[in-house]
């Protein structure tokens, strides 16, 4: 039976209930899953039944359940349903996981009677079994004739059934007699409030599913298959229409949460010209896209919206009578650049930002070579699809129209199909590729130029390849891992802006750090650290200009406050502050993540961290240089000062939890390092310390190591008023705080290890940070992990972490902010800073 044959209503609301924020899915299993057949223990559910179970289970935030009549013991051994399902027995009194009932002793002695009465009652009786139960006995009447069962149900009803402490359960067929309560809809609601679900389905045939069905309101849906009175709204004629329902779930719900086309994160290439950043999925369709900047609104955000939201896709024509095209055999960057060649059999296509003198102006060129039917589609969505967008075609290609920013696609000789959704225009276009013929695609934004560039295609692709491959080529790369190093070198170097100086957390907004969660952030920004740690990372592999245009930027937001220690934790890649955080409701987000939000609330945080990577990063860049530049030394003694007069204050911390600040220790080993590397940096540089430094940095010291260290947990914790773990504290050695021989830091890093490890990735925290759903581990906490495994002698465990890491890498080198070890994906903004930084710094370490 395909999904059309069930009832249209039934198939809206399947529709509708599948894009719930949390999903339960609940049946019962004799009759349901499993046709009723003539003996019980041969009732085996359907395979496709089970295989959609099996595939709602895997789906993020969805919970399976089958709630029988059968002993839990009996109903597993049966039905052999995966872990992931839970199996729920005698009719909701016997849970799976922590939930099986510990009779009292007079519960015990009373279970003892029950049995033995109705041992007496069916002695002798044809057809008539019981089934022991571990708090209840069920007299089975299947195979039993009409007189023999009505006999011995009426036997059972004036007898034990009337005993006081025994609950009756009557069913098709049988009669169950139990010393606890017995009630599949208080097992439904209870399961729903152990996963928060926000909506739920239960498919039953039996009596005692009326008591599930009951419990159902709101979105909820109740199915009842088979005849029979009913409290469900459905209804369904058997157990493969039960498998039918529930497929159609699966894949309604499976669209929902993934997209149809959400490719892998990992798997997404970034284009960079060190104005503009643009992502391009593995069968070369431009997904992601902003224009003025990249910390601007999109014109291409398929990435968090499908195809509607705007994208630019070139693809082989589906041919041979399919309506698929061909899967791409590979995706490349070509060595040393920031071009992406994407190739199938027959096709090549090349995509690269032009490098240009306009700061204005983005030139998106897209070359396309091979011996095929090409097929074309551009649509861009300016302002994330919020402004009307008309297309008008002319000569030399097509002009957009309805945008505050000029915007055209330079494609001479290109016929196109305009169509319109009512609000929007799209343009396609199918090409017939000729060898040595390539076509030339140029979307060029904030112009409204469409006559022929000055240079040719081939002279602007290698004035773009020398730029990144001349930088490359300069770079002083460690042996562990060189190439991959210098793709995240270049990967850095993507995140900086010319311009101004500054430096993106990440290229992207919005990837969630769970699938369908909530958890989704805009890092296009520039944070402070974050900056901070990018342009040493890049000095460390022996590129200074990042660092000095990073301090020059940051001089010039210090100028439009009255002190640094009034600095936010980020700003605009122009230097200034960030609007108000907002939602863009009309894009269902990655994989269905909503909500999507352009804006930072972190912007208006107290992060006290924010100065010791500074200062760090000036001491960096003066061993690098031989010099300390006026400007930066007067920074370092701003930096200072700001730490002395605010590090014993609580602070939001690294994380930027959305919770009460707290006395986070990164944030004072931080502020240490402040006051620490003022130090010595004065002292390599003969420039003159405040005469109250070294007992500034001693009182931050002493203060971390008698409030930071909790010896009950045998470690250091977040903050001085819990005992919960985070990676961050790993910081307390790394700095040199304390001495990485000191057995508090080995005792730490043993803590972190064991609660916040998880095979090839490493959490921050394990703790409730007030904002529902999960996360998956940081690249960059597990690279603090390998460090201090360095640090401690347990190279092996360093090497291995560092590998797996390694293996978390997209086909082209490019790293996400987290990784989901249980699934085996990437999660969150992409590519991250954080991560390419800790892989640098890794395999540095681990080359020496």
Same mark, same amino acid.
């Given at each position: 039976?395909?999904?059309?044959?069930?009832?249209?209503?039934?198939?809206?609301?399947?529709?509708?209930?599948?894009?719930?924020?949390?999903?339960?899915?609940?049946?019962?299993?004799?009759?349901?899953?499993?046709?009723?057949?003539?003996?019980?223990?041969?009732?085996?559910?359907?395979?496709?039944?089970?295989?959609?179970?099996?595939?709602?289970?895997?789906?993020?935030?969805?919970?399976? &359940? $089958?709630?029988?009549?059968?002993?839990? +013991? %009996?109903?597993? =051994? /049966?039905?052999?349903? *995966? !872990?992931? #399902?839970?199996?729920?027995?005698?009719?909701?009194?016997?849970?799976?996981?922590?939930?099986?009932?510990?009779?009292?002793?007079?519960?015990?002695?009373?279970?003892?009677?029950?049995?033995? &009465? $109705?041992?007496?009652?069916?002695?002798? +009786? %044809?057809?008539? =079994? /019981?089934?022991?139960? *571990? !708090?209840? #006995?069920?007299?089975?009447?299947?195979?039993?004739?009409?007189?023999?069962?009505?006999?011995?149900?009426?036997?059972?009803?004036?007898?034990?059934?009337?005993?006081?402490?025994?609950?009756?359960?009557?069913?098709?067929?049988?009669?169950?007699?139990?010393?606890?309560?017995?009630?599949?809809?208080? !097992?439904?609601?209870?399961?729903?409030?152990?996963?928060?679900?926000?909506?739920?389905?239960?498919?039953?045939?039996?009596?005692?599913?009326?008591?599930?069905?009951?419990?159902?309101?709101?979105?909820?849906?109740?199915?009842?298959?088979?005849?029979?009175?009913?409290?469900?709204?459905?209804?369904?004629?058997?157990?493969?229409?039960?498998?039918?329902?529930?497929?159609?779930?699966?894949?309604?719900?499976?669209?929902?949460?993934?997209?149809?086309?959400?490719?892998?994160?990992?798997?997404?290439?970034?284009?960079?010209?060190?104005?503009?950043?643009?992502?391009?999925?593995?069968?070369?369709?431009?997904?992601?896209?902003?224009?003025?900047?990249?910390?601007?609104?999109?014109?291409?955000?398929?990435?968090?919206?499908?195809?509607?939201?705007?994208?630019?896709?070139?693809?082989?024509?589906?041919?041979?009578?399919?309506?698929?095209?061909?899967?791409?055999?590979?995706?490349?960057?070509?060595?040393?650049?920031?071009?992406?060649?994407?190739?199938?059999?027959?096709?090549?296509?090349?995509?690269?930002?032009?490098?240009?003198?306009?700061?204005?102006?983005?030139?998106?060129?897209?070359?396309?070579?091979?011996?095929?039917?090409?097929?074309?589609?551009?649509?861009?969505?300016?302002?994330?699809?919020?402004?009307?967008?008309?297309?008008?075609?002319?000569?030399?290609?097509?002009?957009?129209?309805?945008?505050?920013?000029?915007?055209?696609?330079?494609?001479?000789?290109?016929?196109?199909?305009?169509?319109?959704?009512?609000?929007?225009?799209?343009?396609?276009?199918?090409?017939?590729?000729?060898?040595?013929?390539?076509?030339?695609?140029?979307m060029r934004c904030g112009t409204e130029d469409l006559s022929p560039a000055e240079k040719s295609e081939p002279e602007r692709r290698a004035e773009a390849d020398r730029y990144w491959s001349e930088w490359a080529a300069k770079l002083q790369l460690p042996e562990v891992e060189r190439d991959l190093v210098a793709r995240s070198a270049l990967t850095l170097r993507g995140l900086c802006h010319s311009d101004t100086g500054g430096i993106m957390a990440a290229a992207t907004t919005s990837l969630p750090e769970e699938i369908g969660g909530v958890r989704n952030w805009d890092y296009r920004y520039c944070w402070i650290r974050d900056g901070a740690m990018t342009a040493q990372a890049l000095i460390s592999v022996g590129s200074t200009a990042e660092a000095e245009a990073f301090l020059d930027w940051l001089h010039r937001v210090l100028e439009t406050i009255p002190g640094p220690e009034r600095l936010h934790p980020l700003y605009t890649l122009a230097g200034t502050s960030l609007g108000p955080e907002a939602v863009i409701d009309s894009l269902p987000g990655y994989a269905g993540s909503r909500p999507v939000r352009v804006g930072n609330l972190a912007d208006q945080q107290v992060q006290l961290d924010v100065f010791g990577p500074v200062v760090e990063l000036i001491t960096h860049l003066a061993q690098a240089t031989g010099r300390v530049r006026e400007a930066d030394w007067e920074l370092v003694r701003a930096m200072t000062e700001a730490v002395s007069q605010r590090w014993f204050e609580p602070d939001h911390g690294i994380w930027e939890e959305r919770d009460v600040p707290r006395h986070h220790v990164y944030s004072k080993v931080m502020c240490w390092v402040t006051v620490d590397r003022a130090i010595k940096l004065a002292a390599a540089y003969d420039r003159k310390p405040e005469p109250y430094w070294e007992s500034l940095r001693d009182e931050i010291a002493r203060d971390v190591i008698k409030n930071g260290w909790h010896p009950d947990v045998q470690a250091f914790t977040t903050a001085y008023e819990g005992s919960d773990l985070d990676a961050a504290s790993l910081h307390v050695g790394l700095s040199g705080l304390i001495d990485p021989s000191d057995e508090r830091f080995r005792a730490t890093v043993t803590a972190i290890e064991a609660e916040l490890r998880s095979g090839s990735t490493v959490y921050r925290y394990r703790r409730d940070d007030g904002l529902p759903g999960e996360e998956g581990g940081f690249h960059l906490c597990a690279a603090w992990l390998i460090e201090a495994y360095l640090l401690i002698g347990r190279r092996t465990e360093a090497e291995e972490l560092f590998q797996q890491i390694v293996d978390t890498a997209g086909p082209t080198g490019l790293l996400s902010e987290e990784y989901d070890p249980i699934a085996e994906r990437s999660l969150g903004n992409h590519p991250q800073a954080y991560s390419h930084i800790g892989l640098i710094r890794c395999a540095q370490l681990l080359s020496q």
């Open positions: 039976m395909t999904a059309e044959a069930l009832p249209a209503e039934l198939r809206r609301e399947i529709v509708q209930l599948a894009r719930t924020p949390r999903l339960l899915v609940a049946c019962d299993y004799d009759g349901t899953l499993a046709p009723i057949v003539e003996d019980p223990t041969q009732a085996r559910p359907l395979p496709e039944s089970v295989h959609a179970l099996r595939s709602l289970a895997s789906l993020p935030s969805t919970t399976t &359940a $089958v709630i029988s009549g059968r002993a839990l +013991r %009996d109903l597993a =051994t /049966l039905s052999r349903l *995966p !872990a992931e #399902v839970h199996l729920i027995g005698s009719h909701g009194s016997e849970f799976d996981i922590g939930f099986v009932h510990e009779l009292d002793p007079e519960a015990t002695q009373l279970r003892t009677d029950l049995q033995r &009465a $109705v041992q007496d009652i069916v002695r002798g +009786r %044809d057809g008539v =079994t /019981l089934e022991a139960k *571990p !708090a209840s #006995v069920a007299v089975h009447v299947r195979r039993a004739t009409e007189e023999v069962a009505e006999e011995v149900f009426n036997a059972v009803r004036t007898g034990p059934a009337t005993w006081d402490g025994v609950e009756v359960t009557e069913g098709k067929m049988v009669i169950e007699l139990s010393v606890v309560e017995t009630d599949k809809g208080l !097992a439904l609601e209870t399961l729903r409030h152990q996963v928060s679900a926000t909506a739920a389905i239960f498919v039953g045939d039996d009596i005692t599913d009326e008591k599930a069905f009951s419990r159902l309101h709101g979105p909820d849906i109740g199915i009842k298959v088979g005849p029979g009175e009913t409290l469900a709204q459905y209804r369904v004629r058997d157990t493969a229409d039960v498998a039918t329902v529930l497929a159609f779930l699966m894949e309604e719900r499976r669209t929902w949460l993934y997209g149809e086309q959400a490719p892998p994160i990992e798997r997404l290439t970034m284009l960079a010209n060190e104005r503009t950043i643009a992502l391009v999925t593995p069968d070369a369709k431009v997904t992601w896209m902003c224009h003025p900047g990249p910390d601007a609104a999109a014109v291409f955000a398929d990435l968090l919206g499908g195809p509607s939201a705007g994208h630019f896709s070139i693809r082989p024509a589906p041919g041979n009578g399919t309506q698929r095209s061909p899967l791409p055999l590979g995706q490349r960057y070509v060595p040393n650049t920031m071009t992406v060649e994407t190739r199938w059999s027959r096709l090549l296509v090349t995509d690269y930002l032009a490098h240009g003198t306009d700061p204005h102006r983005t030139d998106l060129i897209r070359v396309i070579n091979g011996s095929t039917r090409v097929s074309v589609d551009f649509s861009p969505r300016p302002e994330f699809g919020q402004v009307a967008v008309r297309l008008v075609a002319e000569e030399n290609g097509l002009r957009v129209l309805g945008t505050s920013e000029p915007m055209v696609l330079y494609s001479p000789g290109i016929e196109w199909e305009i169509t319109s959704d009512g609000m929007h225009e799209s343009a396609h276009a199918v090409l017939d590729l000729a060898e040595d013929q390539p076509v030339v695609l140029e």
